[in-house]
């Protein structure tokens, strides 16, 4: 537990004057040179206020349905992002003084701490966004610190107990035009069904996300599998657990669903015969399939995940390289999702192999392959995605969606695929708020990389703004056929 006592509280409402805020630079992560500045600013400036289009995320459905508000400044900002909550933990404060996994927490406490701590996030792009959602979504005005904290508390939480602050609002402040969820295979999606009713301007869309009925390592598999099952009618046999996932398939069609999402370790993919595919699937769901056996069957499923979407048209998007749960004290008293995932090497040129033998020739299928090792954008992903049409690369991901990341990732893959071959911005976020500060960063980042190619004489400035205008919004309605 943290030793930290916590501050004398400021008076409600007020703020220490000398942590007043000096007005946000207008040329934030734009080059320093003032030429090349100028330039990207103006590229800025096409898309600055373009739509929000999110084809992967992670705000559930519930929230947009059934407007529900948000509870208070940590539960908003803190307890459920991970981003913060890892560096906190790192610092010395334990996940339950946060809230994390659902553990009871005075909020004022936790947001007392997570303010104290606020040099921690110094330089990262955490602390960016965090600047972002305080400065131009809560309209704070002050430093957040130990001893604002209650002051800064009590401004955001008088702003959430209002209409323009619950989550329809916020989303059409924001401008989204569409923004996708993930969702479990087994939903009814009856939230996306009250979403589209109600009139909301944007299209919040499912997402397919099979992951824990595709893999015979998921804690529930074999119970998993037989709710599937049950709920198509299919007997437990391979073919009709092939069966049952497509209909669950053309069951998020039905609702808007235009993707279907694999967040997996490994890329590795198997073709397999249909006879040795039925005996590792009986073995898999007896709980006898050794640990070669599983592997072997996760990526056949995975090859079959590619084969559907052939056959339905779901863009089928790949986030791999991630080692889940790292630390098993840390799982088992706060569950996933907590702050423990971290990146692994990866191989997608072999991995992906099989797979691609098969369908990536198929120019109707969208495979659009996501990394946490960012290694492989120049030697494999970009290579790849500038010879298969079929393959495009994924935005950076996760500990990739940092401004100087993002940077690294446009002269990784650029100079072989060029900018076509992107998917276009991906927020993939859970933190509502951070939505527009995600997409705006990404913007000037993308601006300042083209206007370091114009200064350079490698594009006119004509050419980068028709780059950077296809990348706010038409690229990613391409890409995932929106």
């Given at each position: 537990m943290s030793t930290i006592t916590p501050p004398t509280p400021s008076p409600r409402g007020t703020a220490v004057a000398a942590d007043r805020l000096e007005p946000r630079d207008p040329h934030r992560l734009f080059p320093g040179d003032r030429r090349t500045r100028d330039i990207a600013r103006g590229l800025y400036e096409r898309v600055a206020t373009a739509p929000i289009v999110s084809p992967h995320g992670h705000v559930p459905a519930e929230w947009i349905a059934r407007d529900i508000p948000f509870t208070d400044p940590t539960a908003l900002l803190v307890s459920h992002d991970h981003y913060v909550t890892r560096l906190l933990h790192a610092s010395g404060v334990d996940l339950d003084e946060l809230g994390v996994g659902g553990h009871p927490v005075d909020p004022r406490a936790a947001w007392r701490l997570f303010a104290e701590?606020?040099?921690?996030?110094?330089?990262?792009?955490?602390?960016?966004?965090?600047?972002?959602?305080?400065?131009?979504?809560?309209?704070?005005d002050v430093a957040l610190s130990a001893e604002t904290a209650d002051a800064v508390y009590?401004?955001?939480?008088?702003?959430?107990?209002?209409?323009?602050?619950?989550?329809?609002?916020?989303?059409?402040?924001?401008?989204?035009?569409?923004?996708?969820?993930?969702?479990?295979?087994?939903?009814?999606?009856?939230?996306?069904?009250?979403?589209?009713?109600?009139?909301?301007?944007?299209?919040?869309?499912?997402?397919?996300?099979?992951?824990?009925?595709?893999?015979?390592?998921?804690?529930?598999?074999?119970?998993?599998?037989?709710?599937?099952?049950?709920?198509?009618?299919?007997?437990?046999?391979?073919?009709?657990?092939?069966?049952?996932?497509?209909?669950?398939?053309?069951?998020?069609?039905?609702?808007?669903?235009?993707?279907?999402?694999?967040?997996?370790?490994?890329?590795?993919?198997?073709?397999?015969?249909?006879?040795?595919?039925?005996?590792?699937?009986?073995?898999a769901v007896s709980g006898r399939a050794d640990a070669a056996e599983r592997q072997v069957f996760r990526g056949h499923?995975?090859?079959?995940?590619?084969?559907?979407?052939?056959?339905?048209?779901?863009?089928?998007?790949v986030h791999a390289g991630v080692v889940r749960n790292h630390s098993t004290a840390t799982f088992r008293r706060f569950g996933a999702d907590t702050g423990h995932d971290f990146p692994r090497r990866t191989d997608f040129v072999r991995g992906l192999r099989p797979l691609l033998e098969r369908f990536g020739l198929e120019k109707s299928f969208h495979l659009v392959l996501f990394t946490v090792d960012e290694t492989v954008y120049s030697r494999e992903i970009a290579p790849m995605a500038s010879f298969y049409p079929s393959v495009y690369i994924g935005a950076p991901w996760w500990f990739l969606d940092a401004p100087d990341a993002m940077a690294r990732f446009r002269s990784a893959v650029t100079e072989s695929a060029g900018f076509s071959r992107g998917s276009g911005f991906i927020d993939d976020t859970r933190a509502f708020l951070s939505i527009p500060a995600r997409h705006d960063t990404a913007r000037r980042v993308d601006a300042s990389f083209l206007a370091r190619l114009v200064s350079e004489g490698r594009l006119t400035e004509a050419g980068a703004g028709a780059v950077i205008d296809d990348i706010a919004g038409p690229q990613p309605r391409r890409v995932f056929k929106l």
């Open positions: 701590r606020q040099a921690v996030f110094a330089g990262t792009a955490t602390g960016y966004w965090i600047d972002e959602e305080l400065r131009n979504v809560l309209d704070i009590d401004r955001i939480q008088a702003k959430l107990d209002t209409p323009a602050f619950r989550p329809r609002a916020l989303f059409e402040r924001f401008g989204i035009e569409v923004l996708a969820t993930t969702d479990d295979p087994l939903d009814d999606l009856r939230f996306h069904d009250e979403i589209a009713a109600s009139g909301l301007p944007g299209r919040v869309l499912p997402t397919f996300r099979p992951d824990r009925y595709l893999d015979p390592d998921s804690p529930e598999f074999a119970t998993d599998i037989a709710r599937l099952l049950a709920s198509e009618g299919q007997e437990t046999s391979f073919r009709g657990y092939l069966t049952a996932l497509e209909a669950r398939r053309a069951h998020f069609i039905r609702h808007g669903a235009t993707s279907a999402d694999h967040g997996i370790e490994d890329p590795a993919t198997v073709d397999l015969t249909g006879g040795e595919a039925a005996r590792l699937f009986q073995l499923m995975l090859l079959q995940m590619a084969r559907m979407s052939v056959d339905d048209g779901l863009v089928m998007t």
